[in-house]
Structure formats: C-alpha cells, structure tokens
C-alpha cells in the first residue's frame, strides 16, 4: 500500500511561484512512476506532469511546459512540483498519484492518490 501526502498549495499572484511537495510511503520492493494531475471545477481531472522512478523520463502538459518542473527525491520518497509563472487558468486542486513501473496519462492507470492541495492563482 501507498499514502500520498501533498503539501504546498495556497493563493498566490498571476505571475508568481509555487512549490508542491508530495511525501510517499512506498514498498521498497517496487517501482513507482509519480505524477501530478490537477482538477478544475466542472472540468476533467487532467494529467499535469509525470516522472519516471530513475527520473530519466519526464512527461509535460502542453499548458505547463517551460514553466512546471517535475523532480523526485527518492532517498526521501518525495515527489516535487516547481510552479513558475503561474497563471489564473492553473487553478485547481493538485493531486499527486502513484503508479508502479511506467508513466502513463490516463488517471486511471494509477493506483495511489492524495487528498488533493489546493492552488489558486489570481489575477
């Protein structure tokens, strides 16, 4: 079994930081690709980015590119989110979630979730 624990979201400014931090307890054993979805109201949960467990293959959305940096710890299993010039359309609830081996977009390929942190972002 995987916890997921988020940490890091709030209200911040168009045009600032912001930097998610998500604590997992894993099995030793396994390998997990960690992602970050995020969810607006009454639109689709949606893939934000994704990281491998070497931390060799990273996946973006299109939206975040050039902005969001994904990065793990896995000395402490900690996966990270680097938000940089945030806009009003990144708001949302950000979901960290876990998945063994490969990275995959659709949310129900993973396994494990968060509770979700929320980001706000205004104008």
């Known amino acids: 079994q995987v916890q997921l624990v988020e940490s890091g979201g709030g209200l911040v400014q168009a045009g600032g930081s912001l930097r998610l931090s998500c604590a997992a307890s894993v099995r030793p054993s396994r390998t997990y690709a960690m992602a970050w979805f995020r969810q607006a109201p009454g639109k689709e949960r949606e893939l934000v980015a994704a990281i491998s467990w070497s931390g060799a293959n990273t996946y973006y959305a299109d939206s975040v590119k050039g902005r969001f940096t994904i990065s793990r710890d896995n000395a402490k299993n900690t996966v990270y989110l680097q938000m940089n010039s945030l806009k009003p359309e990144d708001t949302a609830v950000y979901y960290c979630?876990?998945?063994?081996?490969?990275?995959?977009?659709?949310?129900?390929?993973?396994?494990?979730w968060g509770q979700g942190t929320q980001v706000t972002v205004s104008s």
């Open positions: 979630a876990a998945r063994t081996y490969n990275i995959v977009v659709a949310p129900r390929g993973y396994d494990y």
